[in-house]
Every structure is written in structure tokens, then in C-alpha cells.
């Protein structure tokens, strides 16, 4: 019997409107009143999951910023796995060489390096990914303006600094627009031991430590709750999905998840435009 329930948010529980389906809520409801646990699982930040999380009523823990963090109904942080401050001046200087601006996720919020004007560029490669529809680089710039990942992004002016503080680092991400360009970045980066490199989407990549995963800081949490893993479902779509994958074996790929996704699931759902993740829980619940 399913006891825990622990979808992705990105191609997953979210549409292409970027909003979880009355749907999706409906099952997850469902499930709640049948005494499951529905937890998040996603490669953002918690300060980037939160107003789904009020907006809907969810009371739910999360797996954020890909496994570095898992935080309780009330967003405090229960287990953190961060990135040693010395490869962060290594991932940094890399990053920097290849021409990427970064984001740096932390205990205490999202930060970047870069100046106002660099960070917007990415921003706008962030806002083409995330809004495929949106062709022109000119009209991605105007929403990326406007973007509140962007407006709530906080800017260090000394990176010595900052990195003497407590602050604990963990993870960074950066879009561009050359596949090319990741391929050739994630290469250099795979030269500093220690690091999980992975990607939610073919133009973005996606930095942790490398116990810093969906996957493993799952397994951890699910044996403190007295789990096997024969009573977690997980639901996901991409590369940065995977390490559940390998860890639960009642898995789910969504219609619409790469094809390393559907091969390692047990089941495929359908698209997170057709509520693939409510389809996946009436049938695990069945």
C-alpha cells in the first residue's frame, strides 16, 4: 500500500500554465483523505515553492533545490546537504570563464554573482526555456523583467565576503541558449570531484553536492518515517528525476519526460497537460 507520494514540480505537477491543475489537487486531496502523505520534490528553491504551496493549501513537506534540502510543513529545514565552499570558488571561476551567469542557491535564499544587467540575460534564457512559445530574445527580456525569481534575486558585491558568512550553499543553476554550450560547461565542471551535475531542462544545468539528490535524501527520510520503498511513489520527468527513479521502484514518468525517464519507470502516465500526476495516483491507489 502507497503510504508517501512524492511528485516533481517542473514538467510533472505543473501544466504548461506553469500552475498545478484542479485535477492534480483533486487527486492529491484524494489521497490525504485516504491518509497518504504528498510531498514536493523539485529542483527549485523553497522561496520559489512556497506561493504554490499557500496559494493552494498544501500542507506538504519538500525536497528542494534538487536534494540539497528537505524541509517540514512549515519550511524548516529537517536535513541539509551543501556544497564545500572551496569547490564553490572552483564552480564559480568555471562558470565565469565560460561566459554563464549564475545563480546560487542557499539556506537563506537565491543570490547571484553577476550584475543586474548580466542576470537579466540569463533570466530571459530562463524565461524561453520555462515559455517555449516565446521566440524573440527581445519579448523573453520583458518578462524576464518582470520575473519574480528575478525582482527576489539578491546581488553579492563581494564574493570573499559573502562566503565567510554561514550561509551554506546548496546549488547553482544556469540557463543559456546552446545546448552546445551546457554540453561543453558540464564537461569542465565534472572535473571537480564530489559535484551531481544534472539538468531539468536540455538548456539549463543544475549544480550539488553529489549526495545532494532527490533520490538519496528521499531514501533517508522515508527510513526515518518507517517507509519501505515499496510504499513511496514518485512521479517525474527529467534528468535531475532519475536518482528516485533508481531508489523506489513504483515510479512514474509522465507522458511528456524524456525517454531515460520512461525507460527506467515502472508505469508512464500522461502528459502534465492532462493531468498526468492525478492519472498516476488513482492508479497507484487502486
Not at 514540480?9 to 500552475?19: A, S
Not at 500542507?59 to 524541509?71: F, K, L, P, S, W
Not at 515502472?266 to 498516476?280: I, L, Q, R, S
Request: glycine share 6%.
Amino acid at each position: 500500500m502507497i503510504k508517501l507520494i512524492v511528485s516533481d514540480m517542473d514538467g510533472t505537477l505543473l501544466g504548461k500554465d506553469h500552475d498545478i491543475s484542479e485535477g492534480n489537487l483533486k487527486a492529491i486531496r484524494k489521497a490525504e483523505e485516504m491518509g497518504v502523505h504528498f510531498s514536493i520534490a523539485t529542483g527549485r528553491a523553497y522561496e520559489d515553492v512556497k506561493p504554490f504551496l499557500d496559494k493552494y493549501k498544501l500542507n506538504c513537506e519538500c525536497i528542494t533545490q534538487n536534494g540539497a534540502e528537505y524541509r517540514d510543513e512549515k519550511g524548516t529545514i529537517l536535513q541539509g546537504i551543501y556544497i564545500d565552499i572551496n569547490k564553490v570558488r572552483d564552480i564559480l571561476n568555471i562558470m565565469g570563464g565560460e561566459g554563464f551567469t549564475s545563480e546560487i542557491y542557499t539556506d537563506k535564499g537565491f543570490y547571484t554573482i553577476n550584475t543586474e544587467e548580466e542576470t537579466l540575460k540569463g533570466m530571459a534564457y530562463r524565461v524561453q526555456t520555462f515559455n517555449p512559445e516565446i521566440k524573440s530574445y527581445e519579448e523573453a527580456l520583458i518578462k524576464a523583467k518582470e520575473n519574480t525569481h528575478f525582482i527576489n534575486l539578491n546581488y553579492i558585491k563581494d564574493i570573499n565576503e559573502f562566503l565567510n558568512t554561514d550561509v551554506k550553499i546548496g546549488k547553482f543553476v544556469a540557463f543559456f541558449n546552446s545546448v552546445d554550450k551546457i554540453s561543453k560547461l558540464k564537461m569542465k565542471l565534472e572535473a571537480i570531484d564530489g559535484l551531481a551535475i544534472s539538468s531539468s531542462f536540455i538548456t539549463n544545468i543544475e549544480i550539488n553536492h553529489i549526495e545532494a539528490q532527490k533520490g538519496i535524501i528521499l531514501a533517508k527520510v522515508a527510513k526515518k518515517m518507517g517507509l519501505k520503498k515499496e510504499e513511496v511513489m514518485v512521479v517525474g520527468d527529467s534528468f535531475n528525476d532519475w536518482s528516485m527513479f533508481t531508489e523506489f521502484p513504483i515510479s512514474f514518468a509522465m507522458g511528456n519526460a524524456i525517454p531515460e525517464i520512461k525507460k527506467a519507470a515502472k508505469y508512464v502516465t500522461d502528459t502534465n497537460d492532462k493531468d498526468g500526476v492525478a492519472k498516476a495516483i488513482y492508479k497507484a491507489l487502486a
